[in-house]
């Protein structure tokens, strides 16, 4: 079992800046690819940034390339995504999620999930 927190979320303006966070316990973070989804109302699920199990690949949503930035602290069993240039369409809720795969963006593939973490930007 993997237990996920994600945290660091907030109200903020267009264009400004937010870091979220998602610690990680349980079994060996190291060994799963971790991944960050988002929710806003009255919308499905959809992906958001990845970072592979080994090694340092990362995958992004068109709707975030450029502005967000996925990294991992394996010895702080911590992702990090990095949201600069923020947006009112990127009000959700955001998720954490591990995954014993090398790298995906299918939602059905990661065996583990946090509970969220909201972000809203105001224009």
């Known amino acids: 079992q993997v237990q996920l927190v994600e945290s660091g979320g907030g109200l903020v303006q267009a264009g400004d800046s937010l870091r979220l966070s998602c610690a990680a316990s349980?079994?060996?973070?190291?060994?799963?690819?971790m991944g960050w989804f988002r929710q806003a109302p009255g919308k499905e699920r959809e992906f958001v940034a990845a970072?592979?199990?080994?090694?340092?690949?990362?995958n992004y949503a068109d709707s975030v390339m450029g502005r967000f930035t996925i990294s991992r602290d394996n010895a702080k069993n911590t992702v990090y995504p990095q949201m600069n240039s923020l947006r009112p369409e990127d009000t959700a809720d955001y998720y954490c999620?591990?995954?014993?795969?090398?790298?995906?963006?299918?939602?059905?593939?990661?065996?583990?999930w946090g509970q969220g973490t909201q972000v809203t930007v105001s224009s």
């Open positions: 999620a591990a995954g014993m795969t090398y790298l995906t963006r299918e939602s059905k593939k990661y065996n583990y």
């Open positions: 349980g079994r060996t973070f190291s060994g799963y690819a």
């Open positions: 970072f592979s199990r080994i090694g340092s690949t990362t």
